[in-house]
């Protein structure tokens, strides 16, 4: 051990204790006048104990030194003890460690005759960890220093520090250990005030809006940030770590324009110390401009330097409604009769907020305190609540709206320092964020300094470290000026919006330096743009392409004169319009143009409708026309056809010119259903069809007539629905369709025969109007041949169109499957381009009920009558005629009538009617259905036929609907089916 005399031990001590008063940590005031020292360097107290323990172990009856430890041992609350380790119990205590045991001297030493009597002092939350450390040490032979509590009888629990060194013999093995014991338990209750108020500090800063710093000017101009709070990260972009490292990268950034007017007003406030106040642009790392508002106090220090204190804010948003507001007045000026009031409200309301501001800024100037000096000169009403809603903070502002002292605020309750109407009608909201929600709203308060405002006010629950609720903060901003000039601007916005954004059509407003000052929300869509970035550009930037076109218009209009026109243009929105555009000059008083008005109309649908009409139109015509010339020439070809017949049966069939007529007037038949077929008018039977059975029944004949240069594939969907169509129909519309690949592939080619299902939705019918949604099975034909042009397929469907050579085809082919399609409640859509080839898809309506398979026709002999009458009701003398000498050929009484008043009479005077057939069309005021309901009413048991032209569809717009489900036989009449339809009708 390292021993030194008595005298040099207490020169020692006293330079060590000299040095750590020095230290300026004094607690109080010693018994004999003296500081304590609570705080003692780690390095001293290392000194101070090998102090201690050579001067004790040096002389243990030198008194002076002892007495002059024990001293210092009170002034800087150090015990002192020495253990013996062989026997394993303390050898020595000094006064001041059994004062920190809270005992007697007598008392430590008995206490601490073991190791586990030392042990009951220390509280039982440390036990176990300082035994462990203490048997660790004594293992490594090695000294320790740690932090632990004490635990007093009375329970009374100190914070000590304890550093034990060992005593080695000559072989290493610790005989003595010594050690020294501080009472640090005001330092741990300081460092824990310092932390609770920092973290105070910090979240009040983190609530205030914008960002406090302090900022150092030395004499030689050099300029250090000493604080900044993390606000400025997402005020500036830069952390305040950045800013302080290198203080000129905010300077730097300030706007160039801005940056002479900010040095003047620093300078000022430098040279006369009063309240630098100041707004400028600031551009942020990513390019993004904000304005800035900077509120700071100066301060001369004793060196001459000058320190500022003070708050920056975003104002980007009061300053956009400033330049919204000159806009709205310099710009809209003329438009609406009211916009000048608008403005000159929204001015003054700037105005008095603005006043108001710099009021509460001159009274709000108050101590040197640092949140203080910050707060008091934020236009924001701020304080701190506890958990039973007493006031533990407020800045200034709270005296100047309640009318009272800030002392009589802080420190008493919301319910106390508030007026009873006041505090009732915040209630509610200090119940919300007492249970841990933030609240944040705008609200109209009437405050006891007789003012009523609009507030934007937000509470922030206070809460513990484990989320506990132990208070709130309040911030409240008085925003009746802005309120006053958001309400004025969203009239006015909201009845502009209201007109043109409601309209169908593009709006707009240019000024006179062609730039745009105006856009609605039609203009927004179509050119695929927000609003913001349309305004303020010019017209080249908007259309760079076409601008010298818009340029020579804006030359009329720049004369005085309007601009009308019509055009299709493709928009930014990838949609090509049809448009009709006006523009109009804006004019003042005295005829000088300042801007101009833009109205452009989407005439698409219009255009669109109209050509629809137009071909709708034109094909209903021609199907009209068609199916007026088919009707009548049907009647010439029945007379044709029937005496040809009889003619046939008289003569026998040797005779060539008799075969030759029917031979004739039966592909003149043929010629008639193509026209029907067109014209929606032909004869149906539809019924439940399988397209495959179909398609497959047709493949042989179709590779036959195609030939052999014709690769045929033939495709299926899984689960194909049936079609509810007339099955010879399709058939004819199949064949047709791949006569016309063949036709256009000269050289050979691929012809592919698809079946599919399909659901037509309003998607599709958007661009094929003449369709309807449902479901359907589909019969699609492709070919790899010539393909068709645009202007082809415009007249595709169209009768006696065609592109072959005369002769080779008569341009109803097409048409007939067509009218057959749409006959069927169908639809059929055809897609070509040159040199490609084509496709045809016939949509036909899917069946709900089973395929039936056909029957194969009967041959054996036609089913005669056996006497019954029949009223012929025709009006063509020719047809009623054939149809007489079939029906008597059949074996029936036959009653002929050419209209219906005299089918009446002759009804009337027969003895007997059985069966009435009649013609669909009559002349006069009553049809074939009129008469048939009419005389059921008389002859409740009459059966009844019809004949037609005309297809079951036009019949039933006659009303044959009506009539109990009578059979419609088509014209020509074919005496088979004629012949079985009266035994069925009579049977029934």
Request: with cysteine; aromatic share 6%; charged share 30%.
């Amino acid at each position: 051990m390292q021993t030194i005399s008595v005298d040099e031990a207490g020169r020692n001590l006293a330079d060590t204790i000299a040095r750590v008063a020095g230290s300026r940590q004094p607690l109080g005031i010693g018994d004999n006048g003296s500081a304590e020292v609570a705080l003692v360097p780690v390095a001293e107290l290392e000194r101070l104990q090998e102090i201690a323990a050579s001067a004790i172990g040096a002389s243990r009856v030198a008194a002076p030194a002892e007495a002059l430890f024990d001293r210092a041992g009170r002034m800087a609350r150090l015990g002192y003890w020495e253990w013996d380790e062989i026997a394993d119990r303390c050898a020595e205590c000094s006064e001041e460690l059994a004062r920190i045991y809270g005992v007697t001297p007598a008392q430590c030493m008995e206490r601490m005759k073991s190791m586990q009597g030392w042990l009951d002092w220390v509280h039982p939350d440390d036990r176990a960890r300082l035994e462990q450390l203490v048997i660790d040490s004594r293992g490594r032979n090695s000294g320790y220093d740690v932090e632990y509590r004490l635990l007093h009888d009375d329970g009374t629990v100190l914070h000590v520090r304890e550093v034990a060194k060992p005593v080695l013999d000559d072989n290493g093995r610790m005989i003595w250990s010594t050690g020294i014991v501080q009472d640090i338990t005001e330092q741990k209750r300081a460092e824990r005030e310092l932390r609770e108020s920092e973290a105070l500090l910090r979240s009040i800063y983190a609530q205030i809006p914008g960002a406090v710093y302090r900022r150092i000017v030395h004499a030689d101009g050099s300029v250090r940030n000493t604080f900044i709070s993390e606000g400025v990260r997402d005020l500036v972009g830069y952390s305040a770590e950045e800013l302080i490292a290198n203080p000129r990268r905010y300077s730097d950034n300030v706007h160039p324009r801005d940056r002479e007017a900010r040095a003047r007003a620093v300078r000022h406030s430098d040279e006369t110390l009063e309240r630098y106040d100041a707004e400028y642009r600031f551009v942020m790392p990513n390019g993004e401009t904000v304005w800035i508002r900077a509120i700071a106090d100066p301060e001369r220090l004793d060196n001459g330097d000058v320190a500022w204190t003070g708050l920056i804010l975003d104002v980007t948003e009061r300053k956009r409604l400033e330049v919204e507001l000159r806009r709205s007045r310099d710009k809209l000026e003329e438009w609406v009769q009211e916009r000048t009031a608008l403005l000159e409200v929204a001015n003054e309301a700037l105005e008095v907020e603005v006043a108001e501001r710099r009021e509460t800024e001159v009274a709000l100037r108050r101590s040197d305190e640092q949140l203080r000096q910050v707060t008091d000169n934020l236009p924001v009403l701020v304080g701190l609540v506890d958990g039973v809603e007493r006031v533990l903070w407020c800045n200034g502002l709270a005296a100047e709206w309640m009318r009272r002292p800030v002392e009589e605020i802080i420190g008493h309750r919301l319910d106390e320092a508030l007026p009873p109407t006041l505090y009732e009608s915040i209630r509610p909201a200090i119940r919300e964020v007492m249970s841990g929600k933030r609240l944040e709203n705008e609200i109209e308060i009437d405050f006891p300094d007789g003012s009523t405002r609009y507030v934007h006010r937000t509470y922030v629950p206070n809460l513990t470290p484990d989320g506990a609720v132990k208070g709130f903060y309040f911030f409240i901003h008085d925003i009746t000026g802005r309120k006053k000039a958001e309400q004025a601007m969203a009239e006015y916005s909201d009845r502009l919006a209201l007109i043109t954004d409601n309209l169908p059509a593009l709006i707009a407003y240019v000024d006179i330096d062609e730039r745009y000052k105006f856009v609605n929300k039609s203009f927004c869509e179509w050119f695929a743009n927000a609003a913001e970035d349309i305004l303020e550009r010019t017209l080249a930037d908007v259309f760079p392409d076409n601008y010298p076109a818009i340029a020579e218009r804006f030359l009329e209009l720049r004369k005085g004169r309007s601009v009308e026109f019509e055009e299709r243009v493709t928009y930014p929105d990838g949609v090509t319009r049809d448009v009709r555009a006006t523009y109009v000059p804006d004019k003042t008083p005295d005829g000088v143009v300042v801007g101009f008005f833009a109205l452009v109309e989407d005439m698409t649908e219009f255009k669109q409708a109209e050509e629809r009409a137009r071909q709708s139109q034109k094909m209903e015509a021609v199907g009209q026309l068609t199916g007026g010339v088919a009707h009548d020439f049907n009647n010439l070809l029945a007379v044709i056809i029937g005496n040809a017949e009889i003619l046939v049966e008289d003569m026998g069939d040797g005779d060539p010119s008799v075969t030759a007529i029917l031979r004739a007037a039966r592909r003149g038949t043929e010629l008639t259903q193509r026209l029907l077929a067109f014209s929606r008018r032909q004869p149906l039977d539809p019924r439940p069809t399988d397209l495959n059975e179909l398609v497959g029944g047709m493949s042989a004949m179709l590779r036959r007539t195609l030939g052999e240069s014709i690769e045929i594939a033939v495709a299926s969907e899984e689960g194909l629905w049936s079609a509810m169509a007339d099955a010879g129909q399709v058939e004819n519309a199949l064949l047709n369709l791949t006569i016309n690949a063949r036709d256009a592939m000269p050289g050979g080619g691929r012809l592919t025969i698809e079946c599919m299902n399909a659901r037509l939705d309003e998607t599709y019918l958007e661009d094929n109007a003449d369709a309807s949604p449902g479901e359907f099975a589909v019969l699609a034909v492709s070919d790899n041949g010539a393909g068709m042009s645009p202007s082809v397929l415009e007249h595709v469907f169209e009768p006696f169109f065609t592109t072959k050579e005369v002769g080779q085809g008569t341009g109803l082919g097409l048409s007939m499957i067509y009218g057959f399609a749409k006959q069927s409640g169908g639809h059929i859509a055809i897609y070509s381009e040159e040199g490609t080839g084509t496709t045809v898809k016939l949509y036909l309506p899917r069946a709900r009920d089973t395929v039936t398979p056909c029957k194969p026709e009967d041959l054996a002999e036609l089913p005669g009558g056996r006497g019954e009458t029949v009223l012929l009701l025709e009006d063509d003398d020719d047809v009623r005629a054939l149809a007489v000498r079939i029906l008597e050929g059949l074996g029936y009484r036959v009653i002929e009538a050419s209209r219906a008043e005299a089918a009446d009479r002759a009804l009337a005077e027969a003895d007997r009617v059985d069966l009435l057939l009649s013609d669909v069309v009559l002349p006069g005021k009553m049809n074939g259905p009129d008469f048939a309901r009419q005389a059921r009413e008389t002859h409740p048991a009459l059966k009844i036929l019809f004949m037609s032209g005309y297809p079951a569809e036009a019949a039933r717009r006659n009303g044959f609907a009506d009539v109990g489900g009578a059979t419609l036989l088509r014209k020509p009449l074919d005496r088979r089916q004629l012949a079985e339809a009266l035994q069925a009708a009579l049977r029934d």
